[in-house]
């Protein structure tokens, strides 16, 4: 049974009550179109937002997964049985890059594919690595950081869809892309460098210019980063409007229909440097960013844990979790 299907006796009770209270007689009319509109919502599995968030707290429990680390690779062998484990046909994809500083990072671009025979498919990913200083914290900067939510609360909704598209496969292919190196850019204390924002999202750069299949297409693609913390809100993120404005359109009606429109606002924030840029100017596919950007924090409104060592299972919310994975996951079921 999905999730509309569950919560509908409730909304529309709810509804039937308020206006009962306000001594209307249109009470019926307005419970017809409450249930009008849920109709034409599909059914999806049921999102777990326990199994999703016990998925970010073992990628934490490996510690900070900071590329050439032993706990990096000790979580990439993790992920790649996990997606096995749900049914997934899985590519690992190793390159090397260099770093704003001239480290070469060794990555890994972790792909699980389902349905892989299908030439219609759906992209969804996700950044697996964390930063590797806490360039915003004013204690022990030069340390790395747990990246709960900067890394693992993406991954960890990934991997309870993986677990749900192993039970009840989608008619279309889906592919989902772990990312490295996202988060090795330039820190705070340093001046800017010539390459400037392609400092960012080394593993979706090689990705974009080195496919995991070649020739590899997708209609569209989804990001979700930083999809795990309390009270966050997702507005539509400018690079995403600018790429792919259709993509936006689609996934922040599918959130309000399900009644998740507070959770998915129509307010667009400025364009960002993330992975989505990539995905949708160099491999072609555009692609929407679910991200928690808040309005009202400057410069950067990622939240005042952001890239410090706040960012730690203490403020992962399941029900974000849970909305942001249901909202997905519909998206995939009726692409």
């Given at each position: 049974m999905g999730k509309v299907t569950s919560a509908t006796p409730w909304l529309l009770g709810l509804?039937?009550?308020?206006y009962s209270a306000c001594g209307t007689d249109s009470g019926s009319d307005a419970t017809q179109n409450v249930q009008n509109s849920l109709a034409n919502v599909p059914v999806?599995?049921?999102?777990?937002?326990?199994?999703?968030?016990?998925?970010?707290?073992?990628?934490?429990?490996?510690?900070?997964?900071?590329?050439?680390?032993?706990?990096?690779?000790?979580?990439?062998?993790?992920?790649?049985?996990?997606l096995a484990r749900h049914g997934a046909q899985v590519t690992v994809q190793?390159?090397?890059?260099?770093?704003?500083?001239?480290?070469?990072?060794?990555?890994?671009?972790?792909?699980?594919?389902?349905?892989?025979?299908?030439?219609d498919r759906v992209l969804l990913f996700a950044h697996w690595d964390t930063r590797p200083f806490a360039d915003k914290d004013s204690l022990r900067q030069r340390e790395p950081i747990d990246g709960a939510n900067d890394g693992a609360s993406g991954v960890g909704v990934l991997?309870?869809?993986?677990?749900?598209?192993?039970?009840?496969?989608?008619?279309?292919?889906?592919?989902?892309?772990?990312?490295?190196?996202?988060?090795?850019?330039?820190?705070?204390?340093?001046?800017?460098?010539?390459?400037?924002?392609?400092?960012?999202c080394l593993g979706?750069?090689?990705?974009?210019?080195?496919?995991?299949?070649?020739?590899?297409?997708?209609?569209?693609?989804?990001?979700?980063?930083?999809?795990?913390?309390r009270d966050a809100v997702f507005n539509q993120e400018g690079t995403s409007l600018r790429l792919a404005p259709h993509v936006v359109r689609k996934v922040w009606k599918r959130a309000s229909d399900l009644g998740l429109g507070g959770r998915f606002s129509s307010r667009?924030?400025?364009?960002?440097?993330?992975?989505?840029?990539?995905?949708?100017?160099?491999?072609?596919?555009?692609?929407?960013?679910?991200?928690?950007?808040?309005?009202?924090?400057?410069?950067?409104g990622y939240g005042p844990f952001h890239h410090t060592h706040a960012d730690n299972m203490d403020i992962i919310d399941r029900q974000t979790l849970d909305d942001v994975g249901t909202t997905v996951l519909s998206v995939v079921y009726d692409p």
């Open positions: 509804v039937a009550l308020a999806a599995p049921e999102f777990n937002e326990d199994s999703a968030y016990a998925y970010v707290a073992a990628q934490v429990a490996f510690g900070p997964r900071v590329p050439n680390s032993d706990t990096h690779n000790t979580c990439a062998e993790w992920l790649v049985r996990e190793e390159g090397r890059a260099r770093a704003f500083d001239g480290t070469i990072l060794h990555m890994k671009n972790i792909v699980g594919s389902f349905h892989p025979e299908s030439r991997l309870e869809i993986a677990r749900q598209l192993g039970q009840i496969p989608a008619d279309v292919g889906v592919d989902i892309a772990f990312f490295d190196a996202e988060d090795y850019g330039r820190p705070e204390w340093m001046p800017s460098t010539q390459n400037g924002y392609k400092d960012w979706s750069q090689f990705w974009a210019a080195n496919p995991h299949r070649p020739g590899y297409r997708a209609r569209f693609g989804i990001l979700l980063d930083m999809v795990g913390a667009s924030t400025p364009p960002t440097v993330d992975d989505n840029l990539f995905v949708s100017e160099l491999a072609g596919i555009p692609s929407a960013n679910i991200v928690d950007y808040r309005m009202n924090i400057r410069p950067m």
